[in-house]
């Protein structure tokens, strides 16, 4: 890139990208096929690690077309080439996505040391070498190296002149840890193989929608994922589970319209998949 950060091309998270996408590949395909379900991931200059950087090579295209970017058409290149070296290898993966999901269901309440470190140095403005020094010596103090050197801070000073003068709002935003930070998610398979017509996705309902919806439940607790949505009238199909002191069961399904709303069916809804579609 022109900024000087090296990017590559990652597969770690090929499958996880297919079954998220509901992607069937068909049996002849191009580079450009592959595209959504490969990840741009970034070189970190100081530990020399790669980082994924959340978006897909399609993405990643597509928005350096979007901004005119200089970097467009070398990256367009670049990708092409790596990936007609390896279609062989990649034609051996699934044409058909693995039928199960997966959902987030908390982060937990974790925090980094560092920008706490950092405001208790008592540094309010001070040039990029200065910096660099005061962030090595916290190791000293607690902060455990790897968690420096993950969070990219070191690596972006580096980047920048050593005689320039940063704040210290300036250098907690270059902290990044997002990449390392843990998620407790629920993996789960599909108990129904939809038939045309429908397409199996998976999408949690968010809380502040229930009530708009007419959804029960609450918090944690009550979990509506749309399971399956029809590709032409746009209704969905609900698994909830919830259970409460007037539930009769804690586990069925129910349906909504086109606009996200509960319809007229039984109650509190179906006993399975197959019913509700």
Not at 29 to 51: E, N
Not at 232 to 258: I, K, P
Request: a positive charge.
């Amino acid at each position: 890139m022109t900024d000087g950060c090296q990017l590559g091309l990652c597969v770690g998270r090929f499958d996880e990208r297919q079954r998220r996408q509901r992607l069937c590949l068909p049996d002849a395909v191009t580079c450009w096929d592959y595209a959504p379900l490969i990840d741009v991931v970034r070189k970190d200059l100081g530990s020399g690690a790669f980082r994924y950087t959340g978006k897909s090579a399609a993405q990643w295209m597509a928005e350096l077309r979007n901004q005119r970017a200089p970097e467009y058409d070398h990256f367009r290149k670049r990708y092409e080439s790596v990936v007609n070296r390896h279609l062989g290898e990649l034609a051996r993966r699934p044409r058909v996505p693995d039928n199960h999901y997966c959902i987030e269901l908390a982060v937990p309440p974790l925090g980094s040391a560092l920008p706490r470190l950092i405001r208790k140095t008592g540094l309010k403005r001070a040039i990029v070498a200065q910096w660099s020094a005061t962030l090595r010596s916290l190791t000293g103090k607690g902060l455990k190296t790897e968690e420096l050197e993950m969070s990219g801070v070191l690596a972006r000073l580096q980047k920048m002149p050593e005689g320039e003068t940063l704040t210290v709002a300036q250098v907690l935003k270059m902290i990044d840890l997002s990449h390392v930070v843990p998620k407790f998610a629920c993996e789960s398979r599909f108990g129904f193989v939809t038939t045309v017509g429908w397409r199996e996705e998976c999408q949690r309902i968010p809380e502040k929608e229930f009530k708009r919806r007419r959804l029960l439940g609450e918090g944690y607790d009550a979990r509506h994922l749309i399971r399956y949505r029809h590709r032409s009238l746009g209704w969905a199909a609900v698994h909830t589970r919830y259970s409460d002191l007037v539930t009769e069961r804690s586990d069925w399904w129910t349906v909504l319209d086109e606009r996200g709303r509960f319809i007229q069916q039984p109650v509190p809804g179906f006993g399975s998949a197959e019913d509700a579609l």
